[in-house]
């Protein structure tokens, strides 16, 4: 018995430690997937939750890009810039909840999948629309810009995969941002952006006001 006892005791300091380095892997893995900067999850942290969100009919994705965001880094500075990007990042965590998942995606492109299970996805960007277009810091009024968003409903794209619906949404942004939109979105069947369209928006074009497309 007391050989028992003594090998038992001996084990709980092994067992602790390994506890704590199964803690401490853990924590690692939950840090790889956030970014450093917003907060979000990164590319591989959002691909995985997304991927689950999208068995749900009901699902949709979003693509938002900060307008003029070089512009704000050279006027304001790169501290500026940060705050913007945070500030984003925030509202649109906000707005998506504990049931949908936020990423970074680099640079001043964020994505989004979320659950609309009333249908009112299109009056919900319109809402996130006008508050990502607040100054990001009260005390710095002046330090704002404009978001263009992009979002396409799963259910409209039965068999698609992650990549292949933000490919429209990307589409729908860029569209979007060309046409100086509000909240649209093209019948089912139709493709609302054009690569052109896509390829002038990369090329530059900004709105003054962003806009919120769905590809279809």
Same mark, same amino acid.
């Given at each position: ?104 995606l680099g640079g001043d ?6 659950? &609309? ?19 990001? &810091? ?79």
């Amino acid at each position: 018995m007391n050989t028992l006892i003594a090998t038992a005791t001996g084990a709980l300091p092994v067992a602790a430690g390994w506890s704590a380095h199964v803690l401490w892997l853990r924590r690692r893995l939950h840090t790889a997937r956030r970014d450093p900067l917003t907060g979000l999850q990164t590319r591989e942290g959002f691909t995985r939750r997304a991927a689950a969100l999208l068995r749900d009919e009901r699902a949709v994705v979003l693509l938002a890009d900060v307008d003029d965001f070089k512009q704000i880094n050279d006027r304001h500075g790169h501290a500026a810039g940060d705050a913007l990007l945070k500030a984003t990042a925030d509202r649109l965590a906000h707005y998506v909840g504990a049931t949908g998942v936020a990423g970074r995606l680099g640079g001043d492109e964020f994505a989004a999948v979320l659950l &609309d299970p009333h249908g009112t996805a299109e009056d919900l960007f319109a809402a996130l629309r006008a508050v990502l277009a607040r100054p990001a &810091d009260s005390a710095r009024p002046e330090v704002r810009t404009t978001v263009s968003l992009g979002w396409v409903r799963v259910a409209d794209f039965p068999g698609e995969g992650l990549s292949q619906l933000l490919g429209r949404a990307d589409e729908a942004m860029y569209a979007a941002k060309q046409a100086r939109a509000g909240v649209k979105r093209a019948g089912l069947g139709r493709l609302f952006a054009t690569v052109a369209g896509r390829r002038s928006g990369r090329r530059g074009a900004r709105s003054g006001t962003p806009g919120v497309g769905v590809a279809a």
